[in-house]
């Protein structure tokens, strides 16, 4: 049985940063693709990073590449995401998310591929 939980989010100005947590228990990290995905009201739920068991070439959705940082411990079972020069369009439910591995590098990266998932944070920029 897989458990997910998230922190670090909250509420920021526009330009601000905050870094996502999510520590997870149950699993083993080299089995395991491991994302951030996000959903805002009326809109779908939408990847915004996802990285493989060995960290290799993580992946970004296009709006947030380049501002964003996913990574993982795997020796803490944690995943994280920096989240940069936050704008008010990245205001959305944040989750953590977990699936046994299917590909190399975990994608292609719909949350169909994902079983397990947190309860979420909120981020919200003004």
């Known amino acids: 049985h897989v458990q997910l939980v998230e922190s670090g989010g909250g509420s920021v100005q526009a330009g601000g940063s905050l870094r996502l947590s999510c520590a997870a228990s149950?699993?083993?990290?080299?089995?395991?693709?491991m994302g951030w995905f996000r959903q805002a009201p009326g809109k779908e739920r939408e990847a915004v990073a996802v990285?493989?068991?060995?960290?290799?070439?993580?992946y970004y959705s296009d709006s947030v590449k380049g501002r964003f940082t996913i990574s993982r411990d795997n020796a803490k079972n944690t995943l994280y995401m920096q989240m940069n020069m936050l704008r008010p369009e990245d205001t959305a439910m944040y989750s953590c998310?977990?699936?046994?591995?299917?590909?190399?590098?975990?994608?292609?990266?719909?949350?169909?591929?994902?079983?397990?998932w947190g309860q979420g944070t909120q981020v919200t920029v003004s």
């Open positions: 998310a977990a699936g046994r591995l299917f590909s190399i590098l975990c994608i292609p990266t719909t949350p169909a591929g994902f079983g397990y």
């Open positions: 149950g699993y083993t990290s080299s089995n395991y693709c």
């Open positions: 990285i493989s068991p060995s960290g290799s070439i993580p």
